[in-house]
């Protein structure tokens, strides 16, 4: 996509330049050694687009002595002036007919270009280009799907949150692992023992684990409703600093300061086999009545679950790592699979905007599935339409 | 004003990237660089507040003498005495304590990370014992599918039938990868919908609030 | 029929006691499992036996750290046999800060049994930070990411690196790796320079290369210490290799546990339907 971008956009400025008549400098081409092999010609530069400038993209047509398995690969040089002194840019192999110059010196300038075919024995030198100047854009018009579907998923979420806002009655599937969570803390209050959460091992930049705190918040607002203890190991500093606030400010919400206690939510070490034989050993020793496994996993899933179901344990775990669901699934009393653990914090809190940005989801879902089918019934019809469609979808 | 004071930093700062994404210029890059570095610099301050938590955490146990208390003092003598191996061993004259340093390192804890890691294989064993049923036709199918990967990789398979491992492959590629797919767009769209919620300031759960 | 129903309950120590016999038998008695070569291993393994001796090296990107040892090193230990025995010289390179000692602890042990020289048949680069900048600049010159070898020797001074410029001199470049730091391979080696890419990868990775096999982008695949040991195995049949087979042992221990597992969800399910039935007639 990029490539036909950028050839089109190539030829649409190779087309203005001609049309404005600009002086293409048009040195005769020159071999360099033992004229054995043809330069390339058409050498080609423009401004790379999309781009914060100091970029100018070269492109020329193949030296024809390339059919005979001639030449290697293309030497491409930069000069300040057309006739002055060029200097090597970069260097691509057989096959290539462009070439991004990443390191042009200045924006705004002219620069020329040269094209150098290289064989095994000798060299041929192509003509000079038209002149070029690198500049930086303001915007990447290679991302203008991704901006479009942006704009429609924000436009759908925000016409449910107003249905939602005016009173209309959503339904919400009943997802089996976020109705337990109310019967899980209640059964940890009931046999006086510990809650455990860990919001996955990954770091904040992980979105699971900005759901897996959502869910915390949630969470400890009923732990701290019961009285109930409530342990969090963190992995990652960051992520325990965020979640050591969340706890204290639900705990505050629900008018418990005083039940708040601040080893609750405690760092074990970034080691990962390190924590997950640091949460063994909790699960051990305190024994909890419930665990949350919820946020980002790896290759500790299965250690952590199979430890948590041998001590009894009612288990709820909820992660898009595809990789460890089948563990969670096979381990745990409840698995929230991918999207529903991003579904959780609306569905605990039952608050009507949450779940409008839900239904949301779910349309645009559907507009996917209904363009999935019109895609696959398309480029069955006409294989063509599909690299059409893979085009429109690559962002780049 | 404590609630508003990160609301408005998160709106702001949530679409400023929103629209950075879209912009190619210097500027704009050099702001998210910048932006990127600030980040490791507050997860250096994290790690300050993530140790005094450690330490806290195993201090406490000791003073109020809680069950196998005696494991916290290993833990802090473990992290005094790495960090100053790591910290001493780069000193001229000092290199012995790096090579200690060196030695713990790679008899003490890379042994028993791989112990931790080697337990997986005695879980799954449990696990999928204890999972693995044909509770309903589903689950059957599962069971067959299951067996027949797991044939594929061991020469028992090709022993049995030789198209076995490339059913295997089959059943890895297309029904695996689709499902695998199918959960990926939710995930996707879960992703997109949670950012945007706390863009908006719609999710509040993160600042105690559960969306009041 | 109660012993029947008790199958749903074993205990999992007996569980975990078994597993553990099942890993240490296989590995201390010697098991003449068979070895069926899969498709892709003999792909790669006929790819290489195809290059002529004493001509243009393969280059094995040892990308890998001591993690990941127990399935990849029987892999490069059996090709670098496989090259040794047959005159195919090789260029070892890691982007890896901890591969550099796997592979020449590798090197140094292979290289004695076949009588190869450091720099006539093979040569060490050692380890170079960047990833795909290093991939980058092989595909313009060697001697740009690395000017000299792993031990300082400049790269011209080694004359088995005589006149080998870039990708276009390689005949394989042969990617070890259980990152997906082989992609990078394949779209700057195989993609951009059009060299021949083969990979060596871990089990658990091996799903997400199929696409590039059928692709035709990779010119075979090793699936894991199955991988490997398929390899030892044609290594040996050819008469390349009399070394003990690592990854074999490994892989009776895979494929043994591989068949108590199935058996233990065999009698799981026994149990299972039995105390169903059972429970249905009352």
Redesign the interface.
């Known amino acids: 996509m990029r490539l036909k971008i950028t050839g089109l956009l190539l030829m649409l400025c190779w087309a203005t330049a001609a049309m404005a008549a600009s002086p293409v400098t048009a040195a005769p081409p020159e071999a360099v050694s033992v004229a054995v092999i043809a330069p390339p010609s058409d050498i080609k530069a423009v401004d790379t687009p999309?781009?914060?400038?100091h970029a100018i993209t070269v492109s020329w047509q193949a030296s024809p002595d390339e059919a005979q398995k001639l030449i290697e690969g293309y030497e491409v040089l930069r000069s300040e002036i057309s006739d002055g002194e060029f200097v090597k840019a970069g260097y691509v192999p057989y096959g290539f007919t462009s070439f991004d110059d990443q390191d042009v010196p200045a924006n705004g300038k002219d620069y020329f270009y040269r094209v150098r075919a290289v064989g095994r024995e000798s060299q041929a030198l192509s003509a000079v280009s038209n002149p070029a100047r690198a500049s930086?854009?303001?915007?990447?018009t290679l991302?203008i799907n991704?901006?479009i579907s942006?704009i429609l998923?924000?436009i759908i979420?925000m016409i449910f949150?107003a249905r939602a806002r005016s009173g209309q009655s959503l339904f919400i599937r009943r997802i089996a692992g976020l109705a337990a969570v109310e019967e899980a803390v209640g059964r940890a209050t009931e046999m006086g023992r510990p809650i455990l959460y860990v919001p996955g091992i990954s770091t904040i930049?992980d979105?699971?684990t900005?759901?897996a705190?959502?869910?915390?918040?949630?969470v400890?607002?009923k732990t701290a409703e019961y009285d109930t203890p409530l342990l969090v190991p963190?992995k990652d500093?960051?992520v325990?600093?965020?979640a050591?606030?969340?706890?204290?400010?639900?705990?505050?919400?629900i008018g418990r300061p005083d039940a708040y206690n601040h080893?609750s939510?405690?760092?074990?070490?970034d080691?990962?086999?390190?924590f997950?034989?640091g949460v063994d050993?909790i699960m051990a020793?305190e024994k909890p009545a419930t665990n949350f496994f919820l946020g980002m996993f790896y290759?500790e899933s299965?250690?952590l679950?199979?430890t948590g179901?041998e001590t009894g344990a009612i288990q709820i775990a909820g992660t898009?790592a595809?990789h460890q669901?089948p563990?969670f699934?096979?381990?745990c009393d409840y698995t929230l699979?991918?999207?529903e653990?991003?579904?959780a914090?609306?569905y605990l809190?039952r608050?009507p905007?949450?779940l409008g940005?839900?239904k949301?989801?779910d349309w645009?879902?559907a507009i996917?599935v209904l363009l999935l089918i019109i895609g696959l019934a398309a480029s069955l019809i006409n294989p063509g339409i599909r690299v059409i469609i893979l085009q429109m979808l690559r962002v780049g | 004003m404590k609630r508003q004071i990160p609301l408005i930093i998160v709106l702001t700062l949530g679409i400023f990237f929103?629209i950075q994404?879209?912009?190619?210029?210097?500027i704009?890059?050099n702001i998210y660089q910048t932006t990127l570095q600030w980040?490791l610099v507050?997860?250096a301050f994290?790690?300050v507040?993530?140790?005094g938590?450690?330490v806290?955490?195993h201090m406490?146990k000791i003073k109020r003498r809680k069950?196998?208390w005696w494991?916290s003092i290993v833990t802090l003598v473990a992290l005094v005495v790495m960090a100053l191996l790591g910290i001493f061993g780069r000193v001229k004259g000092l290199e012995p304590l790096g090579e200690l340093y060196r030695k713990l390192f790679h008899y003490v804890?890379?042994p028993?990370?791989?112990a931790?890691?080697a337990?997986?294989?005695?879980?799954?064993?449990?696990?999928?014992?204890?999972?693995?049923?044909?509770?309903s036709q589903e689950a059957a199918l599962l069971?067959i599918s299951?067996?027949i990967v797991?044939?594929g990789?061991?020469?028992?398979g090709?022993?049995i039938w030789?198209k076995i491992?490339d059913i295997a492959?089959w059943i890895?590629?297309v029904p695996?990868?689709a499902a695998?797919r199918g959960?990926?767009?939710?995930?996707g769209?879960?992703?997109?919908?949670?950012?945007?919620?706390?863009i908006l300031g719609?999710?509040r759960?993160?600042?105690?609030?559960?969306?009041? | 029929m109660k012993i029947l129903e008790n199958l749903t309950k074993?205990n999992?120590r007996y569980?975990?006691l078994l597993?553990?016999l099942a890993?240490i038998i296989p590995l201390i008695v010697p098991m003449k499992?068979?070895?069926?070569p899969?498709k892709y291993t003999v792909k790669l393994y006929g790819f290489i036996d195809k290059i002529p001796p004493q001509s243009q090296p393969i280059l094995i990107a040892a990308d890998y750290s001591?993690?990941m040892m127990p399935e990849l090193q029987p892999m490069l230990e059996a090709v670098i046999r496989h090259c040794f025995a047959k005159g195919i010289r090789v260029v070892i390179m890691t982007l890896d800060p901890n591969g550099a000692a796997l592979s020449e602890e590798a090197l140094k042990k292979i290289a004695p049994e076949y009588g190869a020289v450091n720099g006539r048949d093979y040569a060490f680069l050692g380890f170079k930070p960047g990833s795909s900048i290093v991939m980058m600049s092989i595909g313009e010159n060697f001697r740009q990411a690395f000017p000299t070898d792993f031990y300082g020797t400049p790269l011209d001074s080694l004359p088995m690196m005589n006149g080998i410029r870039n990708y276009a001199d390689v005949p394989l470049v042969l990617s070890i790796a259980g990152s997906a730091i082989t992609q990078g391979w394949i779209a700057y080696a195989h993609t951009r320079y059009h060299a021949n890419v083969g990979a060596g990868c871990t089990?658990v990775s091996t799903?997400d290369y199929?696409p590039f096999l059928q692709a035709g982008q990779l010119v075979g695949l090793l699936?894991g210490m199955?991988g490997a040991s398929e390899y030892e195995y044609l290594n040996k049949k050819n008469g390349y290799s009399s070394a003990a087979p690592v990854a074999t042992k490994g892989?009776n221990a895979?494929?043994i546990?591989?068949?108590?597992?199935?058996l233990?969800?065999i009698?799981?399910?026994i149990g299972?339907?039995v105390t169903r039935h059972n429970q249905s007639k009352k």
């Open positions: 999309n781009d914060a400038g930086e854009q303001w915007f990447n991302r991704a901006l942006c998923f924000t979420v949150i930049a979105v699971a900005i759901a705190l959502n869910i915390l918040g949630q400890a607002k963190n500093p960051v325990f600093t965020v050591q606030e969340i706890v204290k400010e639900a705990y505050n919400e080893d939510v405690f760092y074990l070490t080691s990962q086999m390190g997950a034989s050993g020793r290759a299965l250690i679950a199979e179901a898009d595809i669901l563990f699934i096979t381990a699979i991918g999207e653990l991003y579904a914090s609306a809190s608050e905007m949450l940005t839900l949301g989801q645009s879902k996917i | 929103f994404f879209f912009v190619p210029s210097q704009s890059t980040t507050i997860s994290a790690i507040l993530a140790i938590s450690l806290n955490h406490l069950p196998h494991n804890q890379s028993m990370d791989q931790m890691f337990i997986l294989a005695f879980y799954m064993a449990s696990a999928a014992y204890r999972a693995f049923r044909a509770r069971l299951g067996f797991m044939l990789v061991i020469p028992f090709s022993m030789s491992p492959e890895m590629m695996n990868m695998k959960i990926l767009f939710g995930v769209l879960g992703m997109t919908a949670t950012s945007l919620k706390i719609i999710e759960s993160w600042l105690g609030g559960g969306g009041k | 074993i999992r569980i975990f597993v553990a890993v499992l068979p070895t069926i899969g001591p993690s089990a799903a199929y699936n199955k892989m895979v494929s546990v591989h068949l108590l597992l199935m233990f969800i009698l799981g399910n299972y339907l």
